[in-house]
């Protein structure tokens, strides 16, 4: 049961690289078809905000923008769904777009589902544990000493 | 600490939760906090030496942390390191890509040159 560290997806798109160049990095291509609304600070070390409405609320994720090299290759950096926003594990996304005839052929990989969470194992890990276990009983401390 | 190697954490927490008394026993104890092998028992429907049994397993897995103690007073607390490495797994599974690529392909589709 190897995890896959590994996602890769080509698919071939009648449009130029302009015009994906544009649905992939623009706040309106982004906000389309990736997510329900964006914004795009388009260069490198840039974050970019996708958000995602979901019944009443919404949910937003930030990317940080790493290759900017129109209109061949982009990539951000982001966060493993399901994991808390203080988990330092973050997927590599790379597109790549190459000319294919009239149209684009696109390539997306992803990487880095099967690194080894460090920070969670070490001591800083346990560490942590023991600081929420310490805050808390000096928390407890504190409502008594005010009862 | 040697390196981990991811499969074999996420390997060893779907086996543990494949097993419905030990989803019970890490249930209890996320829900609950620590506890020891007689407070488990009072909660759930299986016998001490049963829990012991599974917390031992637990623990060989490294999805439950043993506290120093008295042996019979040894409280296990929840640890989820092993659990974030099989989330990793999961959200290499629910990324879909495939979706994401054909709403990218119908956009551009239906949209003006």
Do not use: C
Request: hydrophobic share 45%.
């Amino acid at each position: 049961m190897p995890i896959p560290d590994r996602i890769e997806r080509t698919i071939d798109l009648a449009q130029p690289r302009q015009r994906v160049w544009e649905a992939l990095t623009s706040a309106e291509g982004l906000g389309g078809w990736f997510g329900d609304r964006a914004t795009v600070d388009l260069r490198p070390g840039g974050t970019a905000y996708v958000e995602w409405d979901q019944d009443e609320d919404s949910f937003k994720v930030a990317l940080t923008i790493v290759v900017v090299e129109p209109p061949a290759r982009f990539a951000w950096t982001w966060g493993i769904q399901g994991l808390p926003a203080t988990d330092p594990r973050r997927t590599y996304v790379e597109f790549t777009l190459a000319p294919n005839g009239g149209g684009t052929r696109l390539t997306v990989v992803e990487s880095g589902f099967a690194q080894v969470p460090d920070e969670l194992l070490d001591t800083a890990y346990h560490g942590n544990v023991e600081g929420w276990r310490k805050e808390l009983a000096e928390l407890a401390d504190y409502l008594d000493a005010a009862a | 600490m040697p390196r981990p190697d991811p499969e074999a954490v996420a390997a060893a927490v779907f086996a543990s939760l494949a097993e419905p008394t030990r989803r019970s026993i890490l249930s209890a104890l996320a829900a609950h906090g620590p506890a020891t092998a007689t407070d488990l028992s009072s909660q759930l429907p299986i016998t001490r030496q049963a829990i012991t049994k599974h917390l031992e397993l637990l623990a060989a897995a490294g999805l439950v942390l043993p506290e120093p103690g008295e042996r019979r007073r040894i409280r296990y607390r929840v640890n989820a390191a092993p659990m974030a490495v099989a989330q990793s797994y999961l959200a290499a599974l629910a990324r879909d890509w495939d979706s994401k690529l054909a709403r990218l392909q119908r956009s551009l589709d239906t949209s003006a040159p």
